[in-house]
């Protein structure tokens, strides 16, 4: 089954720790993102990346850090820089040779801090 | 700076009542408008991507339309399983290929 996969599905921070949401895609898909949504509010873009070893910033990159080592995998860490990181993170991605670049998502990871 | 704002916010509706969800956006150079489900504590499902003006997409109960400055998305005789948030989101015609989303349509259909 091709597809995105997230982990873990939830996850507690304790004040002060760094935390790392993974994200895997087997759709052989170039592009990556990564999204935050808070209760109520559409989702806001944190960072993406359209090829292997390059990322871009969103709108609300900091406190986050991301790597690209693998076209299939962009993780996503969480640093104690992020002063309001309870929410829930998905990740998607997108074939950037088609016409109108739709994206896929995952099925979240929902992070809290304690 | 690409703006969506999806009314209502929420909608309640009986079984087989139909009704109009809207999206509006202002966007510098619209590539594609999308729509998506989401199911609480699930990431969205791609719906349908709308590109031009005049342009229609159905899919079941739904259907997606398109103007110069808004979309609709239709339900026709909704069942309780259409209950979900639907998210309009717009990518401009720009280097960047990120999506900016509305915040969403939260629907009840209640049976």
């Known amino acids: 089954d091709g597809g995105i996969t997230q982990s873990p599905k939830y996850l507690f921070r304790k004040e002060g720790q760094n935390v790392t949401l993974s994200c895997e895609q087997n759709?052989?898909?170039?592009?990556m993102y990564w999204y935050r949504q808070d209760p109520g509010q559409g989702l806001r873009l944190i960072y993406y990346?359209?090829?292997?070893?390059?990322?871009q910033k969103g709108d609300i990159a900091e406190g986050y850090s991301v790597s690209r080592e693998k076209k299939e995998s962009f993780p996503l860490t969480v640093t104690s820089a992020q002063k309001n990181p309870t929410a829930f993170y998905l990740c998607?991605?997108?074939?950037?040779?088609?016409?109108?670049?739709?994206?896929?998502f995952g099925p979240g990871t929902r992070l809290t801090v304690l | 700076e690409d703006q969506v704002t999806q009314s209502p916010e929420a909608l309640r509706l009986q079984e087989g009542e139909s009704s109009s969800l809207n999206c509006s956006y202002t966007?510098?150079?619209?590539?594609?408008l999308f729509w998506y489900r989401q199911d609480p504590g699930k990431g969205p499902e791609f719906l349908f991507t709308?590109?031009?003006a005049g342009e229609e997409k159905e899919k079941e109960r739904l259907k997606a339309t398109l103007t110069k400055k808004e979309s609709f998305l239709h339900i026709t005789a909704p069942k309780p399983e259409d209950s979900a948030t639907y998210l309009c989101?717009?990518?401009?015609?720009?280097?960047?290929?990120?999506?900016?989303f509305g915040s969403g349509t939260r629907l009840q259909v209640q049976p």
């Open positions: 998607a991605s997108s074939n950037s040779e088609a016409s109108y670049n739709e994206q896929f």
């Open positions: 759709l052989n898909h170039d592009a």
């Open positions: 990346s359209q090829i292997v070893n390059d990322f």
């Open positions: 966007v510098s150079g619209l590539r594609g």
């Open positions: 709308l590109y031009s």
């Open positions: 989101a717009v990518r401009a015609n720009t280097g960047r290929r990120a999506l900016t």
